[in-house]
């Protein structure tokens, strides 16, 4: 359907889309004012992007040692090469143990493979525990968001899915009961899982160790019970030290939710006593952006905050991107996997480039976009219409004296030709006069104004030179 | 100093008034100015739609009018940052006369501060004004503070209108979110770009903005449109405009307006 589309209906509800936009702004700035609390900022943020360069530089290094460390405190790791293999290998895991049921923390990783349903099509029983994620589960719809997958939706509403889905009193929304009624829910969840998977937030190289950070616990809860731990992270999560850790754990909740740090930062190191580890190491298309001018798009923690700042995200809502990541960063990601699906989104963007400055890895967001449009003119995607009226355009432009006759004809036409032909639908200018004016055409351009007024100086001050 | 003037395309055609204003202030502060007669179009149309083979013969052109010129001066922060950012891709890094034509395109106020070291000029303007920071101007020419960055900045917008007699400011609510022009995306996400538009419009109505400025034409030529089809009471200039008009007025007398360096 593609974003325009989908997002004037989501604009079209305009009280809905204002609550959207408002709430996102509020965590927008919460995240200002947690940025304003730590004088060197702008410094961290250029320390951490200089970490993820130099780490993508070096990256099948880091990977390989990452592998030899987390392998030497009992960890298995294993790598996929795309969501298929990743996929596959996750099943075969649950299979070799007999797992029925299966508790997730939050992995946009596994959004990204859609694993969900193939493990669901194998008869084995998923259910995600962060909130959130659980009631998007249970509308049976995909996040809006990666770090609130579940902001589109009201309390009322949530209030509705759980009288359905959790048997609580019908009507209900007041958040503090229905959060209680998930947290029961959850609770038997837990006890009743044979294996936990959890997403991978940082993976150190110098250590062999994974950070998953979360605020539920709902991560330490799915792995701490069930002796089965298996943790997906995408290639790009790798950091060389664990000093380099700090730099990014002030960052991350900060940009986030405007939180000083996630409740939870919790560091694994090997399976616990009797239990078992399995890292997957997923590409799924990262090697291939690493090699292309998109490789920054890599450096992503995945905190949403330029999705927060967006103008358009916040007014059309995650869902309009159809796609797992969303927003500014999800705009560069899925074009670059799946461009003919995904065309209009480089374009559902008016440059501003709040969402360059509000990235806590300084990547250079907006730039992406304008880039990623480009690619999409190469690959002829950027639909005729619009690449017959560029052309036109340029040629046009390209000429001064053609630019100053249609430029003259044009404004004459809007002085003296009726609205109704000059804002026809189906035009540029009937698109524009929706819902506003079209400029009033004044009789004399700039050039023309300047040239006459060079002449009367000249005339009234003869010889003046 | 051989300064030459450029006039956005959409500002020669649709804003003369801009132009003859930016003109004016550039006079009152005793620089004249070239029009090259040649130019058109900075080629930003084009290249926001991704279509750089289309664009390049319009930044060739650019390059090739303003070449042998100091300063190249536009109202427009728009412009000028696609001539200075987002020419790499268009013109050659080694052609030393397009790397000076992009170093020296500067967007008005950028010179009028930078280059002339004009700080508040004297003049009269008693009206509520909204400041509305245009995106480009703001996060890629760096002419203000902007909300998300952590690095403090002066605004040179306010700061160049600030020594006006009369003159207050409105306090936004947000006081950098866009406009929601975005140029193809006003037409191409009509829907979104609307409401950003409306709800900047809501902002300086709750904030009694009188006057509503702005540095780039191209946010105001597509607010003042939604203010008009509203008919709201809120008066559009671009800032060249209140400079012209507020300098005109200088109370002291004297044939051409102070300016304080």
């Known amino acids: 359907m593609g974003h325009p589309a989908l997002a004037a209906d989501f604009t079209a509800d305009r009280e809905r889309a204002r609550w959207h936009d408002r709430a996102l702004w509020f965590v927008r700035e919460k995240r200002d004012r947690m940025a304003t609390g730590v004088p060197e900022w702008e410094k961290l943020r250029e320390t951490a992007s200089a970490i993820k360069r130099h780490t993508q530089s070096l990256m099948a290094d880091y990977l390989q040692q990452f592998e030899e460390n987390a392998t030497r405190h009992g960890a298995i790791v294993h790598w996929a090469a795309d969501a298929a293999e990743h996929n ?77 889905h959790l048997g609580t009193e019908k009507g209900a929304s007041d958040p503090k009961y229905l959060t209680e009624a998930a947290r029961g829910h959850l609770r038997s969840c837990f006890c009743e899982a044979d294996a936990g998977l959890t997403g991978v937030n940082f993976a150190i190289a110098e250590t062999g160790g994974i950070v998953i950070c979360t605020n539920e616990g709902n991560a330490d809860l799915g792995i701490g019970l069930p002796k089965i731990h298996i943790a997906c992270m995408g290639m790009e999560k790798l950091l060389p030290r664990a000093a380099d850790l700090s730099v990014f754990l002030r960052l991350l909740a900060r940009s986030a939710t405007g939180q000083p740090i996630t409740t939870y930062s919790s560091h694994f190191h090997g399976p616990q006593q009797g239990g078992e580890l399995h890292i997957v190491i997923v590409d799924n298309g990262r090697s291939e952006i690493l090699q292309s001018e998109f490789r920054q798009s890599l450096d992503c923690i995945r905190c949403g905050a330029c999705m927060n700042t967006c103008p358009v995200y916040r007014r059309s809502g995650g869902h309009s991107y159809e796609a797992t990541v969303p927003g500014p960063i999800g705009s560069i990601l899925t074009p670059l996997q799946s461009p003919a699906q995904s065309s209009t989104l480089p374009f559902a963007c008016s440059l501003c480039g709040s969402c360059t400055d509000v990235c806590p890895v300084k990547i250079p967001l907006h730039h992406q976009l304008f880039a990623m449009r480009e690619r999409l003119d190469q690959q002829q995607l950027i639909g005729t219409g619009k690449k017959l009226q560029m052309k036109a355009l340029s040629v046009v432009l390209s000429n001064t004296w053609l630019y100053s006759l249609v430029g003259n004809v044009a404004r004459a036409a809007l002085r003296v030709l009726p609205k109704f032909l000059i804002q026809n639908p189906l035009t540029p200018a009937g698109q524009w006069a929706r819902q506003r004016e079209l400029p009033e055409a004044p009789a004399k351009s700039f050039r023309q104004l300047y040239a006459e007024r060079q002449q009367s100086n000249d005339q009234s001050s003869p010889g003046s030179h | 100093m051989k300064v030459a003037l450029f006039i956005p395309c959409y500002v020669d055609q649709f804003y003369p008034d801009v132009g003859m204003a930016t003109v004016q202030v550039l006079e009152s502060c005793g620089v004249q100015v070239d029009f090259p007669q040649q130019q058109t179009c900075c080629g930003q149309p084009m290249a926001n739609s991704g279509c750089m083979p289309e664009a390049r013969p319009l930044a060739e052109k650019f390059i090739d009018t303003f070449t042998g010129y100091d300063y190249i001066v536009s109202p427009s922060g728009s412009c000028v940052s696609m001539v200075r950012n987002h020419y790499d891709h268009l013109v050659s890094a080694s052609d030393t006369q397009a790397v000076a034509v992009r170093r020296q395109t500067l967007e008005l106020g950028e010179f009028l501060v930078q280059v002339l070291g004009v700080r508040s000029p004297a003049g009269v303007f008693p009206h509520k004004v909204g400041l509305h920071q245009s995106c480009h101007g703001l996060r890629e020419l760096r002419l203000g503070p902007c909300s998300e960055s952590m690095t403090p900045r002066d605004s040179l917008l306010q700061q160049l209108l600030s020594g006006f007699a009369g003159i207050s400011f409105s306090q936004l609510q947000r006081k950098d979110e866009c406009c929601g022009f975005g140029g193809t995306f006003a037409v191409g996400e009509e829907a979104v770009s609307a409401m950003m538009g409306e709800d900047r419009i809501n902002d300086h109505l709750q904030a009694g903005t009188e006057v509503l400025t702005a540095g780039d034409m191209s946010c105001l030529m597509h607010l003042d449109g939604m203010i008009r089809r509203r008919k709201l009471p809120i008066r559009v200039l671009h800032y060249a405009q209140i400079m012209a008009q507020a300098m005109q007025q200088a109370p002291t007398g004297q044939d051409r307006p102070a300016v304080t360096r």
């Open chain 1, 88 to 164: 596959r290998i996750v099943l075969s895991i649950l299979q070799s143990h007999r797992v029925q049921r299966l508790v997730k923390s939050k992995s946009m990783l596994t959004e990204e493979c859609h694993l969900n349903p193939f493990l669901e099509q194998h008869g084995i029983h998923v259910v995600d525990t962060d909130l959130g994620e659980r009631i998007v589960q249970l509308r049976e719809e995909p996040p809006s968001h990666i770090v609130l997958p579940a902001i589109h939706i009201k309390k009322e509403e949530v209030g509705e899915c759980f009288h359905e």
